[in-house]
T-cell receptor, first 111, second 114 residues
Framework: DQQVKQNSPSLSVQEGRISILNCDYT??????FLWYKKYPAEGPTFLIS?????DKNEDGRFTVFLNKSAKHLSLHIVPSQPGDSAVYFC??????????FGEGTQLTVNP | DTGVSQNPRHKITKRGQNVTFRCDPI?????LYWYRQTLGQGPEFLTY????????KSRLLSDRFSAERPKGSFSTLEIQRTEQGDSAMYLC????????????FGSGTRLTVV
């Protein structure tokens, strides 16, 4: 049973605008949520995480928001750049050692 | 150190054959993870080592799969009697801190079973 869902398989935005990537989860028992970015022919790269005791975490152009009542998190990228074009995965820490990933969203940033 | 290294990058094998993949983690990382990714899906957890001890295994890791990490350094993942459903990207990751700090993934080994 899928615990983490990314319902948008793709997203296209213009350079300089905001990209918003969404993720829903079902199990609220766990402590951390993470976002990874993946370029073709490479492994996923860790971007940013958020603790379940927070509702926002920011790192440069990347901000993750957590809405616990809605069991929803989102990743905002501002401003978007063409180099941000990649597949983005959200993940939930479902034990002390494992991550459960969503299906991914392909972001395309157009120049 | 150039990151997590996985070999081979690609492997094509006939159904029923055995295959073995190798992962060399970042040298100071004591935690090592194996994940599998199929087309259109996110990575799925297979197993986790802390040093040489295999501490957690997914139910995805059937009895045809075995992973080892002798001496707590490199790790191998073996699949016996491969099936077409085993075709996937096999990803290795390592870390020296908790999961919430993120892992460093390798580029993966793509397995195709024909």
């Amino acid at each position: 049973d899928q615990q983490v869902k990314q319902n948008s398989p793709s997203l296209s935005v213009q350079e300089g605008r905001i990209s918003i990537l969404n993720c829903d989860y079902t199990n609220s028992m766990f402590d951390y949520f993470l976002w990874y970015k993946k370029y073709p022919a490479e492994g996923p790269t860790f971007l940013i995480s958020i603790s379940s005791i927070k509702d926002k975490n920011e790192d440069g152009r990347f901000t993750v928001f957590l809405n616990k009542s809605a069991k929803h998190l989102s990743l905002h990228i501002v401003p978007s750049q063409p180099g941000d074009s990649a597949v983005y995965f959200c993940a939930e820490e479902t034990s002390g050692s494992r991550l459960t990933f969503g299906e991914g969203t392909q972001l395309t940033v157009n120049p | 150190d150039t990151g997590v290294s996985q070999n081979p990058r690609h492997k094509i094998t006939k159904r029923g054959q055995n295959v073995t993949f190798r992962c060399d983690p970042i040298s100071e990382h004591n935690r090592l993870y194996w994940y599998r990714q199929t087309l259109g899906q996110g990575p799925e957890f297979l197993t986790y080592f802390q040093n040489e001890a295999q501490l957690e295994k997914s139910r995805l890791l059937s009895d045809r799969f075995s992973a080892e990490r002798p001496k707590g350094s490199f790790s191998t993942l073996e699949i016996q009697r491969t099936e077409q459903g085993d075709s996937a990207m096999y990803l290795c990751a390592s870390s020296d801190r908790g999961t919430n700090y993120g892992y460093t993934f390798g580029s993966g080994t793509r397995l195709t079973v024909v």
